[in-house]
Every structure is written in C-alpha cells, then in structure tokens.
C-alpha cells in the first residue's frame, strides 16, 4: 500500500481512466508488466482498482457513474475492488447465488448473502482496504430473475471503519501475494441507491420495470463479461516478463557456474557448455521468445478492438492467458532446478516467483476452462461454415478452406528449419483435431446427448486442440515479427528461436504421434535436431537473454557476481 501510495503520489496513474486510446492503453500495460517484475502484489492491487473496479466502472457504467467515480478513481480518493468471485462458483459466473431484489417505494435495491457459499471470496483489497466495491450479483425483478448484473457498494466509510450490514474477513494466509489483502464478503440486505446499479446493458425505472435493449439472457451475459478480457490480456503478457527474469537469472548463472571436468587435469566445465544444461532451458528460452511476439501480438488487437472482434479476441486471449501461464510455471521451476541449491534463496527470487505467480494459472479464468471455451469456439466456427456454406474466415482457420497440407514422409534439417513445413504441420494437426472434435460431439448429440454434456464427454479432445490452435497462434506470430525484421544476423538469430519453439512442440506434444503427423522415424529425426539447435543457440545466450531488457536491480545476485554476493564483507554489511 505504501508503494501504492507512493506511485499515485508521483503521478504514476494520471490519465488511466480519464483519457482514452490506444497509446493510452498500451502505456498502461507496459507500466503494469515493469511492476509485475518488481512486485507482483503491488501489481494486482493496483489491478484491483484501476482495471478491476476502475475498469468496471468505465465498461458497466454509464455518465452518471463516470460522472461521478472515474476522477476520484484515478486519484485513489477511494480505494475500490471487485467482488465477483464467491466461494461456491469461481469460473461458472453464471451459477453465483448473491441475491439483489428491488425496493419501488424506497428506490433501493437490497444486496444479500442468502447462504456460507455466497460469500464473496478472493476479493483483492477487501480485507483491510478497499472503500467499495463492484458487486457481481442476481437481480430478481417481480419475482424473475434477469441474470447477473452489477452494483456499485461502499464498504468502508473514510476512516476504514467496515460499513452497516456487510461482514469482511480475511482469506488468510497464502502460497505467494501476501501483499495483497485478499478478502471475504457477506452482504446482509445492504440497500443501495437505485443510481447504484452499473446499467449500460440493463437498468431498472424507479417503478420496478426491467429494461435492456438486449433481450437475449445469454447475449446479455457475454455483454457483461466482454469487459474481463483486459484481465486475461495483462495476465497473458505479464507471465512471460516473469519467465524472460527466471531465464535471464538461470542462465547468466550457468555461464559463470562451473561443476566437474570432462578429462583429468582439465577445468571444470560451465553448467551451459553441457549439452543436458542446454537442452533444459534453451528450448524455454525459444518458447519465452515466441510467446513474447505472441503476447505482443495480443496487446496490439485488443487496444484495436471493436464489437465485430471482440469474440475472436476473448478467443486468442484464452488461450495465450492459458498457455503463456502454463509456460512460466514450467519455466519457473527448471529455472530453481538448474541454480541448485542458489534457487531457494528468496534474494535470487526464482523460487519465490513461482509462489508469487502460481495464482495465475486459475484467477481470471482456469486455464482448463479457458482452453475449453476455445475449442468450442472453434466448434462454433466449424458449425457456423457448414450451415451457412461459407469459408472460413479469422482466427487463422482460412488453411480450412484449402487442401490438407502434405508433410514429406522422410524429414530431414533442411526440411525442418523451413517455415512453411513447420506451419504446415502446425496447419495439419489443428485441421485434424478440429475435424476429430466436431464428430465425436456430434456423435454424442446425436445419441440424444445435450451439447454441453457432448463437450464434457469429448474433453480429451477439446484439450488437444485447444493446445494446437495456441502453438498455432504463437507460432504465426514469431514468424510475422521475424518477416519485419530485415535480413542480416539478427533476423538469422530469430529463425533459429523460431525452428527451435516449432521443433520442441513437435517433441513434446504426444498428439503428433498419437494421429500420425509424424512418423516415429521422424520424430528421433525432431529430436536430433533440437539438441542440434540448442548448440547453435548457446553463443548467442548471453546476447539473447541481456536483450530482454530487464533492469539488473529486478535479477538477482547469481545472475552477477555470485561469490561476491556470497563473500564474508556481503555477511558484515
């Protein structure tokens, strides 16, 4: 809170809310990825208020509210959060069982917690701070209830003292982010003023009549929750700053750490030069770079959004949120392996990055759920062609519409490092697994089995392309940011990144086997040449991980001058 405080007190935030664009936007996010490298906590409670709260404001919200909140937002004169989140329903938004009915003759609505697992849960700066709060609730008008909608409430008067009927304690004690006062919140008939529903979807008169010019309950849903994109978006990006730090951290360690000799009376070899050190992180930093392009990629489509693009990218956010988060985990933790015992020390901050970073693997969307939504999507695209015999177009499923693209049946390193061959294969598996899924759905539809039951049956499926639309997006990504890039020694660097992501998703993914894509032959094939192109990539290491940018103060001693780090003067001062 005191970095919190001590940013807004520096003009960090001027112009967040108040001003609008894309260069508006993009600044946001940068800020938001250099705090996320410095302190995560710091990073979701600003996160709580100016994108959560704030950003609810702004979407949900009409004049009357922008009027009234986005200034005094932006100068923190209030501190807000975002109680969707409840304790029995996290991903299944639609299922939450807070209750709001509305009084006609007071002109309020009455916010409850009818039961233990409608408490609000999770709630960032809840706890100890916030002021107020954007309550995700059931509306039940007349005695029907209209869905989910949401409210502004405050829950704390000026001085911190917790308001009348609301109830807040904290979540206790976690993995990682305990600088953040996650909380919880029971809502016992706390009235509100009418004006106080975020009513740019629905409103209600002052006489009790629903009104929304959306009159589909599911369209008007989805219109509520278009805005959560931005969460998933920064989350996305943010994970991949944190895997550029444990890389860079690892591997300027294991180019000055040194372990055994090779023959005797020889000096004892640095943790890179070994071909097993290179194959653990080499590949992660290949990937770091791919999903880097890709997260980029992502912030460049969603500060040009428009409601026609909206769904494709919730889509591409899904996945990358899911994939790039996924990633750093895994990052993460070969990172802490391969500084030894150097790893667990908080100061060299791997170790502890993985505790920080865990959440994000299920907050703003389960990553399991996330992939889901994208395979059905892609369902509903396949279905939406058929129907109305048109080709298909966006989310780069145009290589639908032509043949099956043909893989030589012998591969050799010249073939591999091709970008066509790789994106063909990458093409091949999406194109299968894409086909496989619609029929096996259809298969249980037309056993009398409802849709989503079907997709619940074809979840091995749904997982496998979900993956495949993902490595299918990163991949085409890196190889547009390679083709702006002239030619020379940087672009050449850049294709060798490139051939190794493509290759060590051949390796590892078991789909490519498992459907034939690749032969075993082939695969041994892969699997020489990864190791090949670790070895080309390790003399550019150093120059690759220092290009990332990050300030040396955000590493860590190991990535420097670990014995001085560790000398006896480090102990006395």
């Known amino acids: 809170m005191k970095r919190l405080r001590y940013m807004v007190d520096h003009g960090a935030f001027k112009g967040w809310i108040t001003e609008g664009g894309a260069a508006v936007e993009l600044r946001r996010m940068a800020l938001n990825e250099v705090v996320q490298m410095y302190d995560h906590s710091l990073a979701v409670m600003l996160g709580a208020h100016y994108f959560l709260w704030g950003g609810a404001i702004q979407f949900f919200g009409t004049k009357r509210h922008h009027d009234k909140w986005l200034k005094i937002t932006e100068d923190y004169g209030i501190k807000g959060c975002f109680a969707m989140t409840e304790l029995g329903h996290g991903s299944n938004v639609r299922g939450i069982e ?128 278009a805005p959560l994109t931005s969460g998933r978006v920064n989350i ?181 490092r091709s970008s066509q061959i790789q994106t063909d294969i990458f093409y091949l598996r999406e194109r299968d697994l894409l086909n496989r899924f619609v029929a096996e759905v259809s298969a249980h539809q037309k056993q009398g089995r409802n849709k989503e039951y079907a997709f619940s049956l074809s979840y091995q499926l749904a997982e496998d392309l979900g993956r495949a639309f993902a490595d299918k997006a990163i991949l085409l990504t890196s190889i547009e940011a390679e083709a702006n890039v002239p030619a020379g020694p940087l672009k050449d660097v850049l294709a060798l990144l490139r051939t190794l992501y493509a290759l060590v998703i051949l390796e590892e993914d078991a789909s490519f086997l498992r459907y034939g894509y690749l032969s075993v032959e082939n695969s041994a094939v892969v699997r020489q040449e990864v190791i090949k192109l670790c070895s080309e990539v390790r003399p550019h290491t150093l120059a690759l991980v220092s290009s990332f940018g990050i300030p040396d103060a955000f590493l860590s001693p190991i990535a420097f001058d670990w014995i001085d780090a560790n000398s006896w003067s480090s102990v006395q001062q």
């Open 98 to 225: 807070t209750i709001t009915t509305y009084d006609p003759n007071a002109g309020e609505f009455i916010i409850n917690t009818p039961c233990e697992s409608a408490q609000k849960y999770w709630i960032g700066g809840a706890a100890k701070h916030a002021t107020h709060t954007v309550v995700f609730s059931q509306l039940h008008i007349n005695g029907k209830d209209e869905g989910v909608h949401a409210f502004i409430v405050q829950i704390r008067d000026e001085e911190g003292n917790v308001s009348p009927n609301i109830r807040i304690a904290d979540c206790g004690h976690k993995i990682g982010l305990n600088g953040v006062d996650n909380g919880r919140i029971w809502f016992d008939n706390v009235r509100i003023p009418r004006e106080n529903l975020l009513n740019s979807v629905a409103d209600v008169s002052p006489d009790g009549q629903y009104l929304s010019a959306i009159k589909d309950p599911v369209q008007r849903f989805a219109a509520f929750l």
């Open 236 to 416: 996305a990006v943010s994970s991949i700053y944190i895997s550029k730090v444990g890389l860079a951290t690892a591997l300027r360690y294991s180019l000055s750490r040194r372990a055994f000799s090779l023959a005797a009376n020889e000096p004892e070899v640095l943790l890179l030069d070994y071909p097993s050190h290179q194959r653990r992180l080499l590949p992660l930093l290949a990937k770091t770079y791919a999903m880097s392009f890709a997260g980029n990629y992502l912030k460049s489509i969603y500060v040009k959004r428009s409601p026609e693009t909206n769904k494709n990218i919730h889509v591409v956010s899904s996945a990358l949120k899911a994939t790039l988060t996924w990633h750093n985990m895994r990052t993460l933790q070969e990172c802490r392996e391969a500084c030894g015992g150097q790893g667990l020390k908080t100061e060299n901050r791997v170790g502890h990055l993985k505790g920080e970073y865990d959440v994000q693997s299920t907050f703003e969307g389960d990553n399991n759920v996330l992939m889901q939504q994208v395979s059905k999507a892609l369902f509903g695209e396949y279905i939406a062609t058929q129907k109305q015999n048109r080709p298909f177009k966006g989310l780069w499923l145009e290589h639908m519409n032509g043949p099956s693209p043909v893989i030589p049946a012998q591969l050799t390193s010249s073939i591999l």
